[in-house]
């Protein structure tokens, strides 16, 4: 059973920037897809940003340009916000599928394996 922490919430200004991580048990597959998610309570969980082993990345329309998904191999899921707006407020979750990533959007049911998610919050 692959466990997921996530850490590197916290509170930030508008405009301002953070770091998110996830710290990715070991598995033995060579083929995977990670990914961000992000919920606000009373709405659904929203797929953010994907990483497969293949290195290829999707974001959703809302943070093109302004968040940066990474890896370190197969250990570490990174996701940089940059230029961050009041509406990025959430908790933010890590996932993975043993599978590459599909094309298009990020979907929560795709991914079987979660983290327990991290706050942000985002001042005005």
């Known amino acids: 059973q692959v466990q997921l922490v996530e850490s590197g919430g916290g509170s930030v200004q508008a405009g301002g920037s953070l770091r998110l991580s996830c710290a990715v048990s070991?598995?033995?597959?060579?083929?995977?897809?990670m990914a961000w998610f992000r919920q606000v309570p009373g709405l659904e969980r929203e797929g953010v940003a994907s990483?497969?082993?293949?290195?290829?990345t999707n974001y959703a329309d809302s943070v093109k340009g302004r968040f940066f998904i990474s890896k370190s191999g197969k250990t570490t899921l990174y996701l940089q916000l940059e230029n961050v707006k009041p509406e990025d407020t959430a908790t933010y979750y890590c996932?993975?599928?043993?599978?590459?990533?599909?094309?298009?959007?990020?979907?929560?049911?795709?991914?079987?394996?979660w983290g327990q998610g991290t706050q942000v919050t985002v001042s005005s």
């Open positions: 070991p598995f033995p597959y060579a083929t995977f897809c």
């Open positions: 990483i497969d082993s293949n290195s290829r």
């Open positions: 996932a993975i599928d043993f599978a590459l990533c599909t094309v298009g959007p990020i979907a929560v049911p795709d991914f079987p394996y």
